[in-house]
């Protein structure tokens, strides 16, 4: 398998490039460079929308393909200076195709100053499934696949290991499986000498599952647990104010690793003006989230996008809903505090089995039966 093969070699290939960006890590709860200046995500959501059936019967509607943005050289090339003039430092992109070649939009965007947030699962099968969730060597596979294209690039943030994969307390069953993938992609990035974060997005459901959820990703020890924690928040709708935000902000005031808004951009209350990017950015929530993206550069389903992409695909215009958002982050000043010297790292209290949280207590073992040989001869755990 692919996955064996990437393993063997992973322990003596560790990247030698020199990264224009600065290296981001985690320290306590919080992303900080590497010259102790805390970071904050400041993105936009980066992928046109595959094809959705708009009877979805979960209420979440997914897409059935997708098109590879960071495979698309001409794209990058056309839309790299706009994300520049937009003023994000972080993409999330949600699908990519492992087996095609991304150098060019990489390169793009690290010399524009833009990390990216890449999701690791696929359409259809190349995910956990919530209704009936497992951890196969299908796809840890197609998630090493994934990082082993991607490792040679600096300005990779975080490996997504699953979007919105519990949406009600029956989903929580699948919360072991989506701890499991964690575990082994941070096995992975370890043996690859790699400093890219391990995360996971959360809907923005009942606070009953949603916070013990949040909770049992960061919890036991760090090997099992993931580095960021995203949260896709549409609560702020129109012109809100700091109020739509109240139980979010206490919700995660002791969460103990960094979390950011994994999506955000309600579109209910038209025009878009976002102005929650003030109060996310500002002294009121920064002591408990790390910025966000906005949903989405794109046209998606239900009047999302900021741009249009002309029929020939050579050029894009551009929205009132992107000089709007261009406005409120250009004015965005990130506040320096707390001091990355005062941080430790630490994990939460994993929580109890509940009505609203059903997950059990033993974590799938890693799907490869001699991929435990390998892991040991590297100096892992299985």
């Known amino acids: 398998m692919k996955f064996l093969n990437a393993f063997a070699a992973a322990a003596a290939l560790v990247s030698t490039g020199v990264s224009a960006l600065p290296k981001v890590t985690r320290s306590g709860k919080y992303m900080y460079q590497e010259d ?3 970071f904050y995500i ?3 959501a980066y992928q046109e929308q595959g094809t959705v059936s708009t009877n979805d019967p979960t209420g979440f509607p997914e897409p059935t393909d997708y098109v ?3 495979a698309d050289a001409n794209g990058c090339t056309r839309d790299v200076p706009y994300l520049k003039e937009l003023g ?3 993409i999330r992109v949600y699908s990519v195709n492992s087996a095609l ?3 060019t939009c990489m390169s793009l965007l690290e010399a524009a100053g833009i990390y990216v947030i890449l999701d690791l ?3 259809v099968n190349g995910s956990i499934d919530r209704a009936s969730p497992a951890w196969t060597s299908n796809l840890l596979d197609l998630y090493i696949g994934t990082i082993e294209t991607f490792s040679k690039y600096e300005n990779v943030l975080a490996y997504n290991v699953g979007n919105e994969v519990v949406t009600a307390p029956a989903d929580t069953i699948s919360a072991p499986f989506i701890k499991a993938a964690a575990r082994d992609v941070k096995a992975y990035l370890k043996s690859k000498g790699s400093s890219a974060l391990v995360s996971f997005s959360s809907t923005d459901g009942d606070a009953g599952w949603r916070l013990a959820l949040a909770d049992y990703l960061a919890c036991d020890t760090d090997a099992t647990s993931i580095d960021l924690y995203g949260l ?3 609560r702020w709708c129109g012109d809100g104010s700091i109020t739509n935000y109240n139980s979010i902000i206490s919700d995660y005031t002791d969460y103990p690793i960094p979390a950011y808004f994994s999506e955000f951009g309600c579109i209910t209350s038209p025009p878009r003006l976002w102005t929650e990017v003030t109060a996310l950015f500002g002294e009121q929530m920064v002591n408990e989230w790390s910025g966000g993206i906005a949903f989405s550069y ?3 389903v239900g009047g999302y996008g900021m741009v249009t992409v002309s029929t020939d695909g050579s050029t894009v215009t551009t929205s009132e809903d992107f000089t709007r958002l261009q406005a409120q982050y250009t004015a965005v000043s990130f506040i320096n505090t707390p001091a990355q010297s005062a941080q430790t790292n630490t994990q939460a209290t994993c929580p109890a089995k509940t009505d609203a949280f059903l997950p059990g207590t033993a974590l799938p073992p890693t799907p490869v039966n001699n991929v435990c040989d390998c892991l040991e001869k590297n100096a892992f755990s299985c």
């Open 88 to 90: 994000v430092n972080t």
């Open 68 to 70: 590879d943005p960071l």
């Open 36 to 38: 102790g200046t805390r």
């Open 298 to 300: 794109f046209p998606a």
């Open 121 to 123: 699962a696929l359409p």
């Open 232 to 234: 896709n928040v549409y």
């Open 101 to 103: 070649n991304h150098d």
């Open 42 to 44: 400041k993105g936009i």
